[in-house]
């Protein structure tokens, strides 16, 4: 799995001139689910998301974890992130099929949950508007082969 994280300020994601989710301060969260991935990568991913101290402390540090911040989570699926650009059109062969990268999109949203976090979503495959407001701006891309 691959994930890029931004700290913001507040996100949210809009389907069909509708939103469908929104956050305050907390992550904004663009996943990607590879065609080899398990339950094993989902978990571990979630477990860095709820843990990865990225919010500063009082001496202006990033030392904080999500959950002593506060944070919210907007998790939103993309395919995109396992793109194979060699050449000028993209490819998307690397990327899971939605019967196996729908369960795990959920199951890491189950996962964060668990542990108390507040999860806004967008909808698998839909054609979504997000928007961020960016905080320092702090993004981070995890990759579960790298973890």
Request: hydrophobic share 40%; net charge negative; glycine share 8%.
């Amino acid at each position: 799995m691959r994930a890029v994280v931004t700290r913001v300020r507040s996100a949210s994601v809009e389907i069909e001139g509708q939103i469908h989710g929104q956050i305050g301060p907390g992550l904004l969260v663009l996943l990607g689910v590879h065609q080899e991935d398990t339950e094993r990568e989902a978990k571990k991913i979630a477990d860095k998301l709820c843990g990865l101290r990225i919010f500063e402390d009082e001496n202006g540090k990033m030392n904080v974890s999500p959950a002593d911040a506060g944070a919210q989570l907007l998790i939103i699926s993309q395919f995109t992130l396992f793109a194979d650009c060699k050449s000028r059109r993209p490819g998307f062969s690397k990327a899971a099929r939605p019967d196996t990268a729908v369960p795990l999109y959920e199951l890491v949203i189950a996962e964060c949950r668990a542990r108390g976090f507040s999860v806004q979503t967008g909808v698998f495959a839909a054609d979504m508007q997000v928007a961020s407001v960016n905080d320092g701006p702090v993004t981070i891309i995890l990759d579960t082969k790298e973890l």
